[in-house]
């Protein structure tokens, strides 16, 4: 992505508009459940852009869906850290 095709961030904004409609019809903590989404998809952005991705909803998903799986590993650790003090 970059001169020739638009930025990772420029397509994750236009990913997201195209999402408003769906987003407004959510209940308030559903919102920022969606807002939270797209913020941590940004968090790829330099490894989405890097990998110039001929679809880049695909890099917008894959982003989120590496987000999700950090958050549970980082979870998990704390679970099995917890259930070690306790034995």
Same mark, same amino acid.
């Given at each position: !992505?970059?001169?020739?095709? %638009?930025?990772?961030?420029?397509?994750?904004?236009?990913?997201?508009?195209?999402? /408003? %409609?769906?987003?407004?019809?959510?209940?308030?903590?559903?919102?920022?459940?969606?807002?939270?989404?797209?913020?941590?998809?940004?968090?790829?952005?330099?490894?989405?852009?890097?990998?110039?991705?001929?679809?880049?909803?695909? /890099?917008?998903?894959?982003? !989120?869906?590496?987000?999700?799986?950090?958050?549970?590993?980082?979870?998990?650790?704390?679970?099995?850290?917890?259930?070690?003090?306790?034995?």
């Amino acid at each position: !992505m970059g001169r020739t095709n %638009p930025t990772f961030r420029d397509a994750l904004r236009r990913y997201r508009e195209s999402w /408003a %409609p769906f987003r407004r019809a959510l209940r308030a903590e559903d919102k920022a459940d969606f807002d939270r989404l797209f913020s941590r998809a940004s968090e790829h952005a330099a490894a989405a852009g890097n990998a110039n991705p001929a679809d880049p909803h695909r /890099a917008v998903v894959l982003s !989120m869906l590496l987000s999700q799986e950090r958050e549970l590993r980082r979870l998990r650790e704390r679970v099995d850290s917890t259930q070690q003090t306790d034995e």
